[in-house]
């Protein structure tokens, strides 16, 4: 039972457009989410987060939203750079404890 | 200085074997992890230790035993290495979780093969 699903496994985007990574999730329990990056042959990295109680957070080029009655979230990454290439996982967690519940991740290529 | 390190980075062994992978944090968290990424990418928590004491426990075969000799360390032994345990271990730190879930750092990985 795979409670957070990222439906895309890849996806291409051009040097300077706008990279979208998308991410569902099926239990409403979940309270926080957050995106790792992964690239080749190194442990995830954390890039961004977001509490249940906001739909948006921002830190630079990367913004992620949240959609709870859609149970959806997503990353945007604005302009997307050919460094961003890598591997995004998407992971929730409940009540403030740190067990991570991740996706499979969406391999992202920045082409120039 | 590598936050969460762990060795070996590579292991190619038979089945039945018995291997250990070993796990150092100095970043000065309470909280340690197991993490595995399996063939089809899937990352699972396998266990997590606080403060020396076991907290989390993933239906993973007894088979797999964690050992955290104190709370910088958290040890991985594997008993009878069998195919399907080839995968990505990663370790992993934080700091306890309380009202919010803190931010979880990861080593490199450890890609087990068995043969």
């Known amino acids: 039972d795979q409670q957070v699903k990222q439906n895309s496994p890849s996806l291409s985007v051009q040097e300077g457009r706008i990279s979208i990574l998308n991410c569902d999730y099926t239990n409403s329990m979940f309270d926080y989410f957050l995106w790792y990056k992964k690239y080749p042959a190194e442990g995830p990295t954390f890039l961004i987060s977001?509490?249940?109680?906001?739909d948006k957070n921002e830190d630079g080029r990367f913004t992620v939203f949240l959609n709870k009655s859609a149970k959806h979230l997503s990353l945007h990454i604005v302009p997307s750079q050919p460094g961003d290439s890598a591997v995004y996982f998407c992971a929730a967690s409940r009540g403030g404890g740190n067990k991570l519940t991740f996706g499979t991740g969406t391999q992202l290529k920045v082409e120039l | 200085d590598t936050a969460v390190s762990q060795t070996p980075k590579y292991l190619v062994t038979q089945m039945g074997n018995d291997k250990s992978i070993k796990c150092e944090q100095n970043?000065?968290?309470?909280?340690m992890y197991w993490y595995k990424q399996d063939s089809k990418k899937f990352l699972k928590i396998m266990f997590s230790y606080n403060n020396k004491e076991l907290i989390i426990n993933e239906t993973v075969p007894n088979r797999f035993s964690p050992k955290s000799p104190d709370k910088a360390h958290l040890n991985l032994h594997i008993n009878s290495l069998e195919l399907g345990d080839s995968a990505v271990y990663f370790c992993?730190?934080?700091?306890?979780?309380?009202?919010?879930?803190?931010?979880?750092?990861f080593g490199e990985g450890s890609w087990l093969t068995v043969v």
């Open positions: 977001i509490s249940s109680i906001k």
């Open positions: 992993a730190s934080s700091l306890t979780g309380t009202s919010i879930t803190n931010t979880i750092y």
């Open positions: 970043l000065g968290h309470d909280t």
